[in-house]
């Protein structure tokens, strides 16, 4: 079982920036690759972001390519997400996953592990 737990949501006025820390415990934390998904209100889950099991490489939605940027501390059992240019259509309730395999990481389907989420609001 892996545990995940979001923090670092919350209100920011356009342009504005945030940080997103998903941290882990419970197995081995290296062993995943790591994805962050998000859910506006009355909209499906959508992929964000994705990063390998060492960090080497990164995967990213178009919509937010070049303002957000996924990382992760293995000896800290944490994963990341840099949200800058922040938009209004940014707004949603994040998630962080967990996965054993690097393939279809869009695809929310085939992820182990997901946080309880951590709202973002971003106001025009």
């Known amino acids: 079982q892996v545990h995940l737990v979001e923090s670092g949501g919350g209100l920011v006025q356009a342009g504005g920036s945030l940080r997103l820390s998903c941290a882990a415990s419970?197995?081995?934390?290296?062993?995943?690759?790591m994805g962050w998904f998000r859910q506006a209100l009355g909209k499906e889950r959508e992929f964000v972001a994705a990063?390998?099991?060492?960090?080497?490489?990164?995967y990213y939605t178009d919509s937010v390519k070049g303002r957000f940027t996924i990382s992760r501390d293995n000896a800290k059992n944490e994963v990341y997400l840099q949200m800058n240019s922040l938009k209004p259509e940014d707004t949603a309730v994040y998630y962080c996953?967990?996965?054993?395999?690097?393939?279809?990481?869009?695809?929310?389907?085939?992820?182990?592990?997901w946080g309880q989420g951590t709202q973002v609001t971003v106001s025009s």
């Open positions: 419970g197995r081995t934390f290296s062993s995943y690759a």
């Open positions: 990063i390998s099991k060492i960090g080497g490489r990164t």
């Open positions: 996953a967990a996965k054993s395999t690097i393939v279809d990481v869009p695809m929310a389907r085939g992820y182990d592990y």
